[in-house]
């Protein structure tokens, strides 16, 4: 034990601290509040009984109804969970095998193969859609189907913009992994697979859990590729939900979409919390563990 | 690790497919003239060229990047110190502060932009409940304001990311050379960000400047930047419109800044760890 000298702190450089933190802290809940001001909007929305969303009349649960009373509502909302589950799983798997390939490139080729990764990250939304809107109605052409677009245009574009994310959080971990961790795992008897299961993914695990989590969210949330690339007849929620705001005639749309979100945006919460509260109690075995241990 | 190598090559030829491709085909397409997207009419032309040079599209170019800017300039005002306040809190978990700021992401963008959009009119339920009228709807203002309430997660993601790797002792260091906190900051620890604020400004501008959603929702579709203009050349507002070469050529050209925007980050940050 280190004895530390403590010196009375003079009064004013102890105000100025006070001032300091309050500031910081009020900073902090007023910009968190103005990111989640919507959110709390469109929850008061969900329930509010005025389809026009001016005043509020009064409390219901009827959108949460006819919410799961909509078709063409609940084909959307089950295409946008559908394709972002798919979009995920696969670009989470295929993700961490090419940033594998990437780390054991050569320096030159590497710093390559990171710019192309980083195109879809850095391009325009609406040029990717573009992009691969040509390339699906050429391939159609080739093929002699005219018409190509659906759901598995939009698939394959959503796991193509979900990749980079999850070849960019995997990419670093790879870097501080051993590089004879691998091998010496083949000389204890590992074949090649049972090494990269058993060795190289469990130690970058952080990054791919990241890496799912973005192309997850990226996934859900994308409107404009989706919009380009699934043709007229498949929609995704955000796609239903612009068409509803194109034709003016639609208002009794928007209650719905409010209870929707509402649900997600509860959910999420509910998540983040339990997260939390599992990573805190994490936290405090561990300090138990170690005092134990003392 | 050598022989991963392999599961290199299957993704420079999916990349190349559906991003070195597409360049090239949006390249051509820039150069004929066709009715819809029927190749049998296609001929080379230059007509995309004079057609683009029509005062809509140069208007709506300056105004796109205008209102990008002053988003993005907003964005620092207000990320910057977001990140720099949380990464010198003493939490112990960063990753639960990047998801406080991804959790509004899984609630719809659309409908996050409409609802605030909703709430600038003059009739909102912000009337209603507390007596606040902003009318702003529809305006500049209302866009820009939008903007920074979406994007500013993407300037404070990367920013918090480098502030994170600042080693503490380069502070103590210059506070034992005898700095104040004010220079500790100014000459160490801004200097240390520059690469996260980079990244942050070309992760905030560039979608801001592209997007066509947001000026579509929050104007009621009279407002057109550049976005707005592409997604109607590609025949997807209305037919009348469609004009897939000049579509194309202004794709390209946003597609050039896209590259000076990649050449940037392969100089400052040629690992991408910014960019996430």
Same mark, same amino acid.
Request: glycine share 14%; no cysteine; proline share 3%.
């Given at each position: 034990m280190s004895r530390v000298l403590r010196v009375e702190e003079p009064l004013s450089r102890k105000i100025s601290r006070r001032v300091n933190s309050i500031i910081k802290f009020s900073f902090l809940t007023i910009v968190i509040l103005l990111l989640y001001f919507p959110i709390i909007v469109i929850i008061i929305q969900s329930v509010n009984i005025n389809v026009q969303g001016t005043y509020f009349s009064g409390f219901t649960l009827e959108w949460y109804g006819k919410m799961f009373g909509d078709r063409k509502l609940m084909s959307a909302i089950k295409n946008t969970i559908s394709v972002a589950l798919l979009a995920t799983v696969m670009s989470t798997v295929l993700g961490t095998l090419f940033a594998l390939g990437i780390n054991s490139l050569d320096k030159r080729r590497r710093k390559q193969m990171i710019i192309l990764n980083n195109v879809p990250v850095l391009n325009a939304d609406v040029v990717t859609g573009v992009s691969l809107f040509f390339i699906f109605k050429f391939f159609g052409i080739i093929i002699g189907k005219?018409?190509?677009? =659906?759901y598995e245009t939009m698939l394959i574009a959503h796991i193509f913009f979900c990749i980079p994310y999850v070849v960019l959080s995997v990419l670093p971990k790879l870097n501080e992994v051993d590089k004879n961790l691998y091998d010496a795992a083949l000389d204890l008897g590992c074949t090649p697979r049972g090494a990269l299961m058993k060795v190289i993914v469990p130690s970058v695990r952080t990054g791919i859990f990241t890496g799912a989590l973005l192309a997850f969210t990226m996934s859900f949330d994308d409107f404009v590729i989706s919009y380009l690339v699934a043709g007229g007849e498949v929609k995704n929620f955000s796609m239903w939900l612009y068409a509803s705001q194109r034709s003016?005639?639609?208002?009794?749309?928007w209650p719905k979409a409010y209870a929707y979100n509402a649900i997600i945006s509860i959910v999420a919460l509910l998540i983040l919390v339990v997260y939390n509260i599992v990573i805190i109690n994490k936290q405090k075995n561990n300090r138990k563990v170690r005092v134990n241990s003392n | 690790m050598k022989k991963f190598k392999r599961f290199a090559w299957p993704y420079f030829f999916w990349m190349f497919v559906f991003t070195v491709i597409p360049i090239f085909l949006l390249f051509a397409m820039s150069f004929i003239e066709m009715k819809s997207l029927n190749f049998s009419t296609a001929r080379f032309s230059f007509s995309a060229f004079s057609k683009s040079f029509n005062p809509i599209y140069l208007n709506a170019f300056t105004n796109s990047i205008r209102l990008a800017l002053i988003a993005t300039v907003l964005c620092i005002i207000i990320g910057y110190p977001l990140a720099y306040i949380v990464s010198n809190l003493n939490i112990t978990n960063r990753f639960s502060f990047l998801l406080i700021l991804i959790m509004?992401?899984? %609630?719809?963008m659309l409908l996050r932009v409409n609802t605030i959009s909703k709430l600038l009119k003059p009739e909102s339920i912000l009337k209603n409940v507390? =007596? #606040?009228?902003?009318? #702003?709807? =529809?305006?500049e203002k209302a866009v820009v304001l939008v903007m920074v309430l979406m994007y500013l997660p993407f300037m404070v993601f990367p920013i918090f990311t480098v502030l994170e790797k600042i080693d503490p002792s380069l502070l103590e260091a210059s506070r034992d050379l005898g700095a104040n906190n004010f220079k500790t900051f100014l000459k160490v620890t801004l200097p240390l960000s520059v690469k996260g604020i980079s990244s942050g400004i070309i992760m905030v501008f560039l979608p801001c400047a592209t997007s066509f959603t947001i000026p579509y929702i929050v104007s009621d579709g009279t407002m057109k930047l550049i976005g707005n203009i592409i997604e109607d050349k590609m025949g997807? =507002?209305?037919?009348?419109? %469609?004009?897939y070469p000049v579509g194309s050529l202004l794709s390209i050209i946003i597609l050039i800044a896209v590259m000076g925007a990649l050449w940037l980050i392969s100089k400052i940050d040629a690992e991408g760890e910014t960019l996430l």
């Open positions: 005219e018409f190509l677009l =659906g003016s005639g639609r208002t009794f749309a | 509004p992401m899984f %609630t719809n507390l =007596g #606040i009228s902003l009318n #702003i709807s =529809g305006s997807l =507002g209305n037919v009348i419109s %469609t004009d």
